[in-house]
Nanobody
Framework: VQLQASGGGLVQAGGSLRLSCAAS????????MAWFRQAPGKEREFVAA????????DYADSVKGRFIISRDNAKNMVYLQMSSLQPEDTAVYYC???????????????????WGQGTLVTVSS
């Protein structure tokens, strides 16, 4: 099981980025997925999650209306489209997957066993 996150970079406030997570090693359409982030000096926090078929999504209040999580099960990919980025969005972003199947989504970091290596997003003011 492997997750590979990419797409981070430096962007000005108000800009956009799309993060990608490539998954391999199992049938990913059976598992929900999520994005977390960790800002410098802070704990890792939930950003967004999507159910295994993509029918259910949810977001942290801080990103609701600005970020969109999506997935392409045919390609084993999960995406995070980020818009209206602000300096407080600066963080390392991680994609994550749980060890078990579930029709809904998980919000807690402890529910996820598989993590990508992280991709750094830096938003300048």
């Amino acid at each position: 099981v492997q997750l590979q996150a990419s797409g981070g970079g430096l962007v000005q406030a108000g800009g956009s980025l799309r993060l990608s997570c490539a998954a391999s090693g199992r049938t990913w359409s059976n598992y929900g997925m999520a994005w977390f982030r960790q800002a410098p000096g802070k704990e890792r926090e939930f950003v967004a999650a999507i159910s295994r078929r993509g029918g259910t999504t949810d977001y942290a209040d801080s990103v609701k209306g600005r970020f969109i999580i999506s997935r392409d099960n045919a390609k084993n990919m999960v995406y995070l489209q980020m818009s209206s980025l602000q300096p407080e969005d600066t963080a390392v972003y991680y994609c994550a997957a749980p060890p078990r199947t579930y029709t809904g989504i998980f919000y807690q970091e402890a529910e996820y066993d598989y993590w990508g290596q992280g991709t750094l997003v830096t938003v300048s003011s």
